[in-house]
């Protein structure tokens, strides 16, 4: 054995290394397609709440049925919203699995799922708490928080860039709570805008040179 | 010293090296996902653990899935130490070459 292989084989082991512990399929242009749906949905929602004031300001009152309207169609909204962005995404990240040659679904992405998993449910259910009791001004900043929560934590399983994306969420809803009722700009900014840049960042930097080859 | 004695022999085949390499990084690892990871066929992989389980490098704990019986791999004390030293001596090998 010379020099020249027992490098190789060191690179060899931290390429294995890497690749059974880490699910590095997940594809950027995943989070620039949820990052766009997130967008398109706060749109939706922005028509949906303005209309909603301008019902509440040509009646003079405040109406039950009105709020109970706005309520279900933005409940919708969001669940269309959620399956809409994670189809997508996961089409792109299947996509980009099957160019790298390696499954989707393996001990790695089972990881990933299982630790973004955690602080995630647990956040919904937090939230459904929330709603339960009307606290509806803390959706917002509870979503961006337990997401950014459960980035960090999936992190250390997937690219480790995730780890950004997830503390820029935690800050924005911590902002947020010192914001209420400003949570529709938030939610644009952290599900849409950061989206969409920590995508094309994770685009640029890891599958750009892959598909030149 | 002969810097090649320092090396471990076991530790010649791409696969047991593999398969370490894995073990070092993933607490617990069934054999499937080794055998997914490793692209190889069961028997193939299967002669390769028994060899590491019989110099101690790694445990074997077997275990069922409903009635499915799920064999999952762990290194040892042993087996970490062996390939933190294989790898501290192709470090040196390549470091007294330069």
Avoid at chain 1, 29 to 49: D, H, I, K, R, Y
Avoid at chain 2, 65 to 90: C, D, M, P, Q
């Amino acid at each position: 054995m010379n020099e020249q292989q027992h490098l190789e084989t060191l690179s060899d082991i931290k390429r294995i290394m890497e690749r059974s512990s880490r699910f590095i399929s997940l594809s950027g242009l995943s989070g620039v397609w949820a990052g766009l749906t997130g967008l398109a949905g706060a749109a939706v929602a922005f028509t949906q709440m303005s209309d909603y004031y301008i019902a509440w300001d040509t009646r003079g009152s405040y109406s039950d049925a009105d709020y109970a309207a706005l309520r279900y169609n933005l409940i919708t909204l969001g669940a269309i919203v959620l399956a809409v962005a994670v189809a997508g995404g996961y089409y792109f990240t299947r996509r980009r699995a099957r160019r790298n040659n390696v499954p989707i679904w393996d001990a790695t992405s089972r990881k990933v799922l299982v630790n973004f998993g955690i602080p995630l449910v647990a956040g919904g259910c937090f939230i459904l708490g929330l709603m339960f009791n009307n606290f509806v001004t803390l959706i917002a900043p509870s979503c961006l928080v337990f997401y950014g929560l459960a980035l960090v934590n999936a992190s250390k399983y997937t690219l480790s860039d995730i780890r950004y994306l997830g503390l820029a969420e935690i800050a924005l809803g911590i902002l947020n709570i010192f914001f209420l009722r400003r949570g529709l700009y938030f939610w644009t900014l952290g599900f849409g805008v950061l989206h969409i840049v920590y995508g094309l960042v994770m685009w640029w930097k890891y599958e750009r040179p892959a598909k030149e080859q | 010293m002969n810097p090649i004695g320092n090396l471990n022999k076991l530790f010649d085949s791409r696969i047991r090296l593999g398969v370490m390499s894995i073990l070092m990084v993933n607490g617990e690892i069934s054999f499937n996902d080794l055998k997914q990871m490793l692209e190889l066929t069961d028997g193939n992989l299967a002669s390769h653990l028994n060899t590491l389980e019989e110099n101690g490098y790694i445990k074997v704990h077997k275990g069922f899935v409903g009635r499915k019986t799920n064999t999952t791999y762990s290194i040892t004390k042993s087996g970490e130490k062996a390939f933190k030293g294989h790898l501290t001596a192709l470090e040196n090998m390549i470091k007294s070459t330069r």
